[in-house]
């Protein structure tokens, strides 16, 4: 299977490039990414950037370049109710928290898009296999909520429930990176650890003290599900 891993920022790039194998540098739509192997999936891995437009034009050029069967984005979000600092999040739905195209249209949706964002049914199986889930497992399979801004404060929390009631977890580009996805009919998950709590003690401080400890947990069970794909 051809497969695509999207990841926002260079540390986490840094990370996944652990269990790539046998890569090496190539140039889709001017961009250079990795090309190489996991548990015998043909992978690219690349940055996505931070923030939705980033996210979007670049996982776009990745599915174009590439033609990949499945496009997955790993990294971090911050916690949104009931999620602890180290929980992993495989998304169940996705969705904007910061968009509304007017009057008769739903907010959080996209224009042209239902409300959610629905990931690869698939994976969330082989997950919930062989990671496990509830409390007791640290691993929640909820929805995540995108927007353009680093959430750090609690009022930001709740305007975002607002929204998106159920959402527990907030970061700045898995909407767009799905959007991208099912504009061109490719399947997609994401798979994020909680790095900080906003709104909760001093977040800011929590994010940049869980870079200091390598957030090893997502990319293992990266690791786990791809093993795991077309058996």
């Not at 840094?14 to 190539?26: F, V, W």
């Not at 930001?156 to 700045?172: F, N, S």
């Not at 994020?192 to 293992?220: H, M």
């Amino acid at each position: 299977m051809k497969i695509a891993i999207l990841a926002a920022m260079d540390k986490e790039i840094a990370l996944l490039k652990n269990i790539l194998e046998s890569y090496e540098s190539i140039i889709i739509d001017n961009r250079e990414v990795l090309h190489g192997f996991i548990h015998r999936h043909e992978v690219i891995l690349a940055k996505c950037g931070i923030g939705k437009v980033n996210a979007a034009l670049n996982t776009l050029a990745i599915i174009r370049g590439f033609r990949p069967d499945l496009v997955i984005n790993s990294g971090v979000a911050g916690g949104a109710g009931g999620l602890k600092i180290g929980d992993l999040l495989i998304a169940g739905k996705v969705a904007y928290h910061d968009v509304w195209c007017g009057p008769g249209t739903i907010p959080g949706a996209a224009d042209g898009y239902d409300l959610f964002f629905l990931p690869c049914r698939h994976t969330i199986e082989i997950a919930k296999r062989y990671l496990g889930e509830g409390p007791e497992s640290g691993i929640s399979y909820g929805v995540i909520a995108t927007g353009d801004i680093f959430v750090s404060k609690a009022e930001e929390i709740k305007r975002i429930h607002e929204v998106l009631p159920d959402a527990v977890a907030v970061d700045m580009e898995s909407a767009a990176i799905a959007q991208a996805c099912v504009s061109e009919g490719v399947e997609f998950n994401i798979i994020r650890v909680v790095s900080d709590t906003p709104g909760e003690a001093e977040n800011i401080s929590q994010y940049k003290n869980f870079w200091s400890e390598a957030p090893e947990k997502t990319f293992n069970a990266l690791d786990i599900i791809l093993s795991k794909i077309g058996e």
